[in-house]
């Protein structure tokens, strides 16, 4: 057999990694480009669809589920294709980032999925994106140890029935690599990643009693599950593997999304694993979508805005009455708490939060949920253990009598809380804090007791804007101006300072932090993704 012949995608302004070219073959990259030439002018023009919807909805402030597809959602008869063995049981789920240390112990969690995550919880360095695949790969081949140099604690790998099953969280549609080019012209990054992942580890998967499975993030239509849809059936048949081996779950964590739920599950049927709640980046999108809509869709304080509030509620059971009637698994939203190693009372407040946010999911009749940190794995499972026993979901449980009209999902002003002065400055301090990690390299980052990622700073600095351009009083009679904004951001930034140490806060990136986390916030023209000017200064 002659060998591959040379890709024709360019690497470059990339420093040499070690072992980069198992994971950069000329046979990967050559699939890459293929996926490349063949599928980013859709993408290209289903990213400009999305601006044309957001401008019709700045026109109408409103949405509503598709007339032109009423008769799929009528239609009772089709469902998705069922699960395979290796993803029937999702009752605990946890994510992270895909770094060497990470990947063993979230196999080695105890959870029954693991995300491993190239997008919100992976600051995108050539580094990351290309050791995270190689850091799979190694885990799938049991080669894969790691001895923190700084505790000298040793990581290993646990028997192969004990670990977590891989479901690999891809970067989303609006995302460009930098680092490969086609004709000179970035390849993007959802067919980077997903395109060196599954041609390096499908078979191997298959081989493992699995599969190449994915989360969807940031999808805001049908049209964009069937396009992902069409992705995996030319993959398939390009590495010679069965048709439906692929089994993909879909994020609703935009507005747009949720009022297409069944048709995304219809794009996908034959690889469709479920649906999941995702929400910091929902109510992003809420913000986003909605930014010229008044007073009735300003939101309040992050923390304020529970998965009880009614619009969540109306959400997430539309979301698992859609998934069970099509047979489909319902996954809940993130416990993001990480506990604390020296406040034993903090850990208890948090984890009866924790345990009760489980435990209604569980009963409303998910079939599983979400969390950041392996201590939280036990109590997530107790919840759903109470409730399945030993049926790996609850998928027959049809909830019928969950009606949610296209007005329920955008209620907003049904909430009584109201934006604070403590949330502005809460939301400048994760912002400037979150920020400065992920310029560092860092996507998942511990902040407060809470494990931060990208989403967190969108929806940070997305409230500030709308604050602002919605002329807030806070409860102190203070005005949310710009001039507010700065005046805290230049507090917090002097307070990180005392906190840390001159010679810490010179070596980190906190000014350019303040100064991006100001920038998107208060820009008259909003940033569809924060991410994206962080990109240009993103250093790897």
């Known amino acids: 057999m002659s060998a591959p012949a040379p890709s024709p995608l360019a690497i470059v302004e990339a420093e040499p990694l070690p072992r980069q070219d198992e ?123 790691f001895t923190d140099p700084r505790t000298g604690k040793s990581y290993a790998l646990r028997p192969a029935s004990e670990l977590a099953t891989v479901v690999m969280r891809p970067r989303g549609w609006h995302l460009e690599e930098r680092h490969l080019r086609f004709d000179g012209r970035p390849v993007p990054g959802a067919l980077v990643d997903f395109g060196l992942y599954f041609f390096h580890n499908a078979q191997r998967l298959i081989d493992l009693g699995k599969g190449p499975y994915f989360y969807l993030p940031k999808t805001e239509s049908h049209l964009e599950a069937r396009l992902w849809n069409d992705i995996f059936v030319f993959a398939q048949d390009y590495v010679g593997i069965p048709q439906g081996t692929v ?116 009963n409303d009749g998910f079939d599983g949920s979400w969390v950041a940190h392996p201590d939280l794995v036990p109590i997530a499972m107790a919840s759903f253990d109470a409730v399945l026993g030993g049926r790996p979901n609850q998928k027959d449980r049809l909830r019928e009598d969950v009606s949610v009209a296209p007005g329920d999902l955008i209620a907003i002003d049904s909430l009584d809380a109201k934006p604070t002065y403590d949330g502005l400055r809460n939301a400048v301090q994760v912002g400037i804090r979150y920020i400065e990690a992920w310029l560092r390299g860092l996507g998942a980052v511990a902040i407060f007791n809470l494990m931060e990622d990208a989403a967190t700073a969108e929806i940070s600095r997305s409230q500030i804007w709308q604050w602002i351009n919605a002329g807030v009083v806070f409860e102190n009679g203070e005005r949310a101006t710009p001039e507010l904004a700065r005046e805290v951001a230049a507090r917090e930034l002097a307070a990180i300072r005392a906190e840390i140490g001159e010679e810490a806060f010179t070596a980190g990136r906190w000014q350019q932090a303040h100064d991006l986390l100001l920038k998107v916030s208060l820009d008259e023209d909003y940033a569809d993704f924060l991410t994206l000017p962080a990109y240009e200064q993103l250093v790897g």
């Open 23 to 145: 994971v950069l073959t000329d046979a990967a990259l050559a699939f890459v480009a293929e996926l490349h030439r063949r599928f980013t002018p859709r993408r290209d023009e289903l990213l400009a669809r999305r601006a044309e919807r957001r401008a019709e909805i700045a026109r109408t402030s409103t949405l509503d589920f598709l007339p032109e597809t009423a008769q799929l959602r009528e239609d009772d008869s089709w469902k998705v294709a069922p699960a395979p063995a290796a993803l029937n049981d999702r009752r605990v789920e946890i994510t992270g980032p895909t770094d060497r240390k990470m990947t063993i112990n979230a196999l080695n969690s105890g959870a029954k999925v693991w995300l491993a995550d190239f997008e919100d919880a992976s600051a995108p360095t050539w580094e990351n994106v290309v050791l995270g695949q190689l850091n799979l790969i190694d885990a799938y081949e049991r080669k894969i140890d």
């Open 247 to 362: 089994r993909a779950t879909v994020l609703i964590e935009t507005i747009t999304a949720a009022y297409e739920m069944e048709e995304i599950l219809y794009e996908l049927r034959d690889h469709a694993a479920g649906l999941n709640a995702g929400r910091w980046d929902y109510l992003f999108s809420i913000v986003k979508n909605f930014r010229d809509g008044g007073q009735k869709f300003v939101l309040p304080d992050r923390n304020a805005v529970t998965m009880t509030a009614p619009f969540m509620r109306a959400y997430t059971e539309l979301l698992v009455r859609t998934c069970h009637k099509r047979g489909a698994h319902a996954i809940g939203g993130m416990a993001a708490f990480i506990p604390s190693r020296k406040d034993a009372e903090v850990n208890k407040v948090a984890f009866e939060k924790v345990k009760a946010d489980k435990d209604r999911e569980a």
